[in-house]
Nanobody, 121 residues
Framework: QVQLVESGGGLVQPGGSLRLSCVASGSIFRINDMGWYRQAPGKERELVASITSGGSTNDADSVKGRFTISRENAKNTVYLQMNSLKPEDTAVYYC???????????????WGQGTRVTVSS
């Protein structure tokens, strides 16, 4: 019913930048919070950053000052600008959206398929 498609991952050298994008499509009445999570090999998935429909953001301490989350509500799109990348940022990054399909339904979590980010020289 709802699909999230991420793009923008890849290989980058330490200190470099990448911009991730995630577009939500399908049966959508309203998207509440959107966010980016990541999962490194052997570790649990963790929140990187989230943003409300009004634009309030929440960033993990490990990315403060380096990553910026933003969204375009009219396009059902969320972005993650990643600067000053470090090897420890290497992970699969997943987009998340809390979506109401109809006005009378509760919101549900939807996830993208993930995009790999590798920071290495």
């Amino acid at each position: 019913q709802v699909q999230l498609v991420e793009s923008g991952g890849g290989l980058v050298q330490p200190g470099g930048s990448l911009r991730l994008s995630c577009v939500a499509s399908g049966s959508i009445f309203r998207i509440n919070d959107m966010g980016w999570y990541r999962q490194a090999p052997g570790k649990e998935r963790e929140l990187v950053a989230s943003i409300t429909s009004g634009g309030s953001t929440n960033d993990a301490d490990s990315v403060k000052g380096r990553f910026t989350i933003s969204r375009e509500n009219a396009k059902n799109t969320v972005y993650l600008q990643m600067n000053s990348l470090k090897p420890e940022d290497t992970a699969v990054y997943y987009c998340n959206a809390k979506v109401k399909i109809y006005w009378w339904t509760n919101e549900h979590d939807y996830w993208g398929q993930g995009t790999r980010v590798t920071v290495s020289s």
